[in-house]
């Protein structure tokens, strides 16, 4: 089955530390983005990538870094910029459209907390 | 800028009764309107969608009508069950699949 794969499930950072949440797509997707959901506040974007080797910042980038080298993979870095990382973590993917008919196809999401 | 707005939850609800979700929005263009649930520890399933004015997506009971006149894309039920109980989201895609979110509504179902 094609799908997305978010992993870890459960992740927990120290102070100072970066760490790398992985998203992975074999839907044959040429977009994929990454959502921060915090409790009572929806969803905010934090990066976006159209097509390989080329990613946009999101609302809420300060703190995050992305890479997209292959098109079926979009890690997300959680620098130690970020003071407040605690969230529940979302990639998703979607057919390139510029006039946004496609729906996103979402992954299970990483669960970040701070030691 | 884009922006979407959802009726604050939670709604409670008895298994059976009619639900109605409010969702309106402010966007540029010609957007396309979205409906997301979600389950406890899972992402987004896409519920339902509509990229016209007037059209009317449906999907495992539920619907929602796209109406230009009022900015509006309100989620509809007629008669709910306990497997419901999730969290629902709007959003609309004004262009290049980037999508704007409401803050979500939480419904609980009760046998």
């Known amino acids: 089955d094609g799908g997305i794969t978010q992993s870890p499930k459960y992740l927990f950072r120290k102070e100072g530390q970066n760490v790398t949440l992985s998203c992975e797509q074999n839907l044959n997707h040429d977009a994929m983005y990454w959502y921060r959901q915090d409790p009572g506040q929806g969803l905010r974007l934090i990066y976006y990538s159209q097509i390989v080797n080329d990613f946009q910042k999101g609302d809420i980038a300060e703190g995050y870094s992305v890479s997209r080298e292959k098109k079926e993979s979009f890690p997300l870095t959680v620098t130690s910029a970020q003071k407040n990382p605690t969230a529940f973590y979302l990639c998703?993917?979607?057919?390139?459209?510029?006039?946004?008919?496609?729906?996103?196809?979402f992954g299970d999401g990483t669960r970040l907390s701070i030691l | 800028g884009n922006s979407v707005t959802q009726m604050e939850g939670p709604v409670t609800l008895s298994e059976e009764a009619f639900l109605t979700i409010n969702c309106t929005y402010t966007a540029t263009g010609y957007p396309s309107l979205f409906w997301y649930v979600q389950y406890p520890g899972e992402g987004l399933q896409l519920l339902l969608k509509a990229t016209k004015a007037d059209d009317k997506g449906s999907n495992k009971g539920f619907e929602a009508t796209y109406r230009k006149e009022t900015t509006s894309f309100h989620l509809e039920k007629g008669s709910v069950q306990v497997s419901d109980s999730a969290v629902y989201f709007c959003a609309l895609n004004s262009g290049y699949s980037t999508l704007t979110f409401g803050k979500g509504t939480m419904l609980l179902v009760s046998p």
């Open positions: 998703a993917s979607s057919t390139r459209d510029r006039v946004g008919n496609q729906p996103q196809h």
